[in-house]
């Protein structure tokens, strides 16, 4: 039998690379660390529950699940006015909820929300309304003027939250960063 490659430098031999290389939860943890960022509200998600299994097993951070995603808006504005930063984490079809408190709250006050948005309704989605609301989210974010970006690389993630982030806060405008399924999908699940 022919011995395997040898290992990556500093690697022992039994360590798989795959096991060293962060995953995109704990990247978006590291970037919200960086930002002070210690608020998070969120409506249950399957995509997004490992996030917020680490996010509510880590005492840095506030978790706090409100019924809908309009109260996760609202508590996150009211947070930044007090002084805390935090973000909102949904699923696409909870997006549906926002435009009226988007609209009539955070963009006309200029009260940065950012919100992490687990992109369904496409790439062999099931449920058609995930899918009508995946349509049209991207011209709702357009129409209320809210900066918005696709992550679909883990090689991009942290740049983007970063910057988006950076953006909201020196402009006063809410952001949202939306993790594409191209990212967020795992093997076998």
Request: aromatic fraction near 6%; include cysteine; proline fraction near 9%.
């Amino acid at each position: 039998m022919k011995p395997g490659p040898p290992p990556a430098p500093g690697l022992a031999p039994s360590v798989p690379r795959a096991a060293l290389d962060p995953s995109w939860e704990e990247l978006v943890i590291e970037v919200l660390r960086e930002h002070e960022i210690s608020l998070v509200t969120y409506v249950p998600d399957r995509v997004l529950g490992p996030l917020i299994e680490r996010l509510d097993a880590d005492s840095f951070f506030t978790v706090l699940s409100p019924a809908r995603e309009e109260e996760a808006v609202g508590i996150v504005a009211g947070a930044y006015l007090a002084g805390k930063k935090g973000i909102v984490l949904m699923q696409t079809s909870g997006f549906a909820t926002l435009p009226n408190v988007l609209a009539s709250l955070t963009v006309p006050f200029r009260i940065p929300v950012p919100m992490l948005v687990s992109e369904r309704g496409t790439l062999g989605e099931f449920q058609l309304g995930q899918a009508m609301v995946c349509r049209v989210m991207r011209p709702i974010l357009d129409a209320v003027g809210i900066e918005h970006h696709t992550i679909d690389r883990i090689e991009d993630l942290t740049f983007v939250i970063d910057a988006m982030l950076r953006q909201a806060y020196a402009t006063q405008e809410s952001a949202a960063m939306i993790l594409s399924p191209l990212l967020t999908a795992r093997v076998g699940g």
